[in-house]
């Protein structure tokens, strides 16, 4: 049913192709009436709803393009009220966003169709994509989809993008194609700026990169405490048969993370050569220092790469640790927080006794981490992303279609 913004608008109303506005404009064209069209649906209540989360319904709908074509689309409509998370309502920084990414190669994101104002309301027009949410019942995710899904996180992470809301409802699947949705808070930020002073406060959160010589927040991160968390933990709660379920798809998972790990030793010895002036510069330090910096830092991911490509049980012990760690500071579950640092501390402290020289610097980086994430400061997005993932999925429409909307 529509929302009830819509409803002080008469359903009998037409909405005129000269009321659109068409403030962004997609690569393809379409016509103000197509859009027009599109909006009477959704204000009649004849759109198909999808799904809804605090600020946002999604709608499919079937819309005319300028070539005689016609294909179904995802129309973004404003919910008011006072659950509202984030006050801006036009889609405007979302558009932005999604017009950024086709030329920065992000892989896995919906095309922008294009954004356009009605009267007071705005509507974001996006193409629809394919997949289903992960779920460990139904959809469970498997190797091929680990390994795409990583591949398109290190693009991501390269390019200096933050999804910031990579939950599950934002991710869907099918085959070994990985894609997602819902950009609203996605920010760039230029990794020129990695050694700049104010880089430091900006590492200060719970989206930290593992990497103590590249400051940096980590898609990588935000996954595993959005999604890869509360999928591991409902695995073992529709698993049947005990944990092997969720242990096996940790360990394919760290598995996974090894290649990642290559793929960004590789990538920060690239920028060492190619870059090093700039990000000197840009980061106020002598290029001796950058260059010194970013080759620990490569050296680092190769530690990485190296102990995830046969992790054992204490390393695949303190990764899904520190999953729930960072999970429990997004949420603010301050007893958990505390009992986890804890365990984590005391973990790679015995650990570090006896094992070899490479537990001991992960164990410097784990420890690290912990101490970033405890002092979180703000994201872009923070107060405005839903605390608990029950709320998110809270609002969800019965029977609605996975589709391509965000939760």
């Not at 000197?280 to 991911?301: C, M, Y």
């Not at 610097?361 to 690290?368: D, F, N, P």
């Amino acid at each position: 049913m529509p929302d009830r913004y819509l409803d002080h608008r008469s359903r009998q109303e037409r909405v005129a192709a000269a009321e659109c506005v068409v403030l962004d404009a997609g690569i393809i064209s379409i016509d103000h009436r197509a859009f027009a069209d599109a909006i009477q649906m959704v204000v009649e209540g004849r759109a198909s709803e999808l799904a809804r989360d605090r600020n946002a319904i999604c709608y499919r709908v079937n819309l005319a393009k300028s070539d005689g074509s016609s294909g179904p689309a995802i129309v973004k409509a404003p919910r008011m009220g006072q659950q509202r998370t984030n006050p801006e309502t036009t889609f405007a920084r979302e558009a932005e966003i999604l017009a950024l990414l086709p030329a920065a190669g992000i892989p896995g994101a919906p095309t922008l169709l294009g954004r356009v104002a009605s009267g007071d309301r705005h509507f974001l027009f996006l193409n629809e994509m394919p997949g289903t949410h992960p779920d460990p019942r139904t959809n469970p995710l498997d190797g091929r989809q680990l390994r795409t899904l990583l591949d398109h996180l290190h693009v991501m992470d390269m390019r200096g993008l933050m999804h910031y809301d990579l939950k599950l409802a934002n991710i869907l699947t099918q085959g070994a194609e990985v894609n997602f949705v819902d950009f609203e808070f996605a920010r760039f930020r230029s990794h020129r700026n990695a050694y700049a002073p104010e880089t430091a406060a900006f590492c200060a959160d719970f989206n930290v990169s593992i990497n103590a010589f590249f400051p940096a927040r980590s898609n990588v991160a935000n996954f595993e405490f959005r999604a890869l968390h509360h999928y591991l933990d409902h695995s073992l709660d529709h698993g049947g048969g005990g944990p092997s379920q969720a242990e096996h798809l940790l360990f394919d998972w760290l598995h996974c993370k090894s290649g990642y790990h290559q793929k960004m030793a590789a990538f920060l010895a690239d920028l060492r050569e190619t870059s090093i002036a700039d990000i000197a510069v840009t980061s106020g330090i002598p290029i001796a220092r950058a260059h010194g910096l970013l080759g620990a830092a490569a050296e680092q991911e190769a530690l990485l790469a190296s102990m995830f490509a046969q992790p054992d049980a204490t390393v695949a012990r303190v990764e899904r640790l520190l999953m729930a760690y960072r999970c429990a500071v997004f949420d603010r579950h301050t007893t958990d927080v505390e009992q986890l640092r804890r365990t984590l501390r005391e973990l790679i402290r015995s650990h570090s006794k006896w094992t070899e020289t490479r537990f001991h610097a992960y164990g410097q980086a784990v420890a690290r981490v912990l101490e970033l994430v405890t002092c979180s400061v703000a994201s872009p997005a923070r107060s405005r992303l839903p605390a608990s993932p029950s709320r998110a999925h809270g609002d969800r429409v019965a029977g609605g279609s996975a589709g391509s909307a965000p939760i």
